[in-house]
């Protein structure tokens, strides 16, 4: 099974951008959609973005439109979520997963492969 994990997290500025990556391993990444979502502390679990299998369709959360952009490179194994102008409210750590069972899913419980996250941090 696919096994995922996060890397890119790290301490920002408001304003600042940031790019995670999401590198698969034990299997292929192409098969599946891969989905962002993140955790603040003290809350719950939020959808982010999903890109799908091809990376030519891509679905985000309204507070990231026009600010993150979800890519994925199936050659390497790899995606992305490109951050830019930072905000304080984006600080959590940032997951990726897949959904094996494939569909367009938004939320946490459906998704069954999981990373381990990579903090962001945004200072104002």
């Known amino acids: 099974q696919v096994q995922l994990v996060e890397s890119g997290g790290g301490l920002a500025q408001a304003g600042d951008s940031l790019t995670l990556s999401c590198d698969a391993s034990?299997?292929?990444?192409?098969?599946?959609?891969v989905a962002w979502f993140r955790q603040a502390p003290g809350k719950g679990r939020e959808f982010v973005s999903r890109?799908?299998?091809?990376?030519?369709?891509?679905y985000y959360a309204e507070f990231v439109k026009g600010r993150f952009t979800a890519s994925r490179d199936n050659g390497k194994n790899t995606a992305y979520l490109q951050m830019s102008s930072l905000k304080p409210e984006d600080t959590a750590v940032y997951y990726c997963a897949v959904r094996t069972a494939g569909g367009a899913r938004l939320l946490p419980r459906d998704y069954d492969v999981w990373g381990q996250g990579t903090q962001v941090t945004v200072s104002s």
């Open positions: 890109i799908n299998w091809s990376g030519t369709s891509t």
């Open positions: 034990g299997g292929r990444l192409s098969p599946y959609a």
